[in-house]
């Protein structure tokens, strides 16, 4: 059989239920999660409405910026370095707003779009999405366990 070169796979590769190609290669390095990670919150830092959220709850920032890599090589790279519960920190910070979670997933790409790996960005959006939609759902479910909570909006 002849198969055309977009379906041939490695023998460590494979094809998502999409149709797309698992490459034996690497999606990215930890060099560039690591990039990632800290632009993104160097970004937030200086944002002037989520800036002083974060600094507000983060004692150490050294600290917790090493945590966001683990948690992102997990995700991207399945390393399984990441291990802990992030929900029931967000579920009890006070306060917060469709529009906060927003502003973080637009600063999230916007970073992400400056990052040479196309690829890694391109995922790393996919999940961001899906993490601040999770967050926002968890959220509203803690804070209103009657009440039907809502999406986030795409845009």
Not at 64 to 70: E, G
Not at 75 to 104: C, D, K, N, V
């Amino acid at each position: 059989m002849n198969e055309s070169r977009t379906q041939r796979t490695s023998p460590a590769g494979g094809m998502t239920p999409q149709g797309r190609i698992l490459s034996a290669e690497p999606l990215c390095s930890e060099e560039e999660i690591s990039r990632l990670v800290h632009a993104f919150y160097a970004r937030v830092r200086q944002d002037a409405v989520l800036g002083p959220i974060f600094d507000a709850h983060i004692d150490d920032w050294d600290h917790h910026l090493a945590k966001l890599v683990d948690f992102w090589s997990s995700i991207l790279l399945r390393t399984g370095r990441y291990s802990g519960t992030p929900m029931p920190r967000h579920a009890a910070l006070p306060g917060l707003e469709a529009e906060l979670f927003q502003r973080w997933l637009a600063l999230f790409r916007q970073t992400a779009d400056e990052q040479p790996n196309r690829l890694m960005a391109e995922r790393a959006c996919e999940m961001a999405g899906r993490i601040a939609q999770s967050l926002w759902m968890g959220y509203q479910i803690f804070r209103c366990p009657d009440a039907v909570p809502t999406a986030l909006p795409h845009g």
